[in-house]
């Protein structure tokens, strides 16, 4: 990883940079960001099968945190787009369902 005090391209499994001395932590935003994309795209797909109404807003905030903090990858806009599906869908659902 690239050191933030002063630029060095160190290797993953140092924890010092060997440039300058400074600890080298990893940044957690990522890693969370990671698990929230696929947390939204585990929720996405429950959300299309069952409790659309529940799963589907999780899956969407838990896209939108993931893209918060960076996340560039597809899994969280899946889950996003299936979160947006089954709200859509169930709303469609509920309001037909009243109508009839
Ligand atoms: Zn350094």
């Known amino acids: 990883m690239v050191c933030p005090e002063c630029g060095?391209?160190?290797s993953e499994e140092l924890t010092?940079?060997?440039g300058c001395g400074k600890e080298?932590?990893?940044p957690t935003a990522k890693s969370?960001?990671?698990d929230f994309a696929w947390a939204s795209l585990v929720l996405g797909i429950v959300s299309m099968l069952i409790f659309?109404?529940?799963y589907g807003p999780l899956a969407i905030v838990a896209a939108i945190v993931a893209k918060k903090q960076s996340y560039t990858g597809k899994m969280a806009t899946a889950?996003?787009?299936m979160g947006?599906?089954?709200v859509c869908?169930?709303?469609v659902t509920w309001v037909l369902s009243s109508l009839l």
């Open 8 to 10: 060095m391209e160190n």
């Open 24 to 26: 080298l932590s990893e």
């Open 89 to 91: 869908g169930y709303l």
């Open 16 to 18: 010092v940079c060997a």
């Open 79 to 81: 889950g996003l787009i």
């Open 32 to 34: 969370y960001a990671k």
């Open 52 to 54: 659309p109404y529940l």
């Open 84 to 86: 947006i599906v089954a």
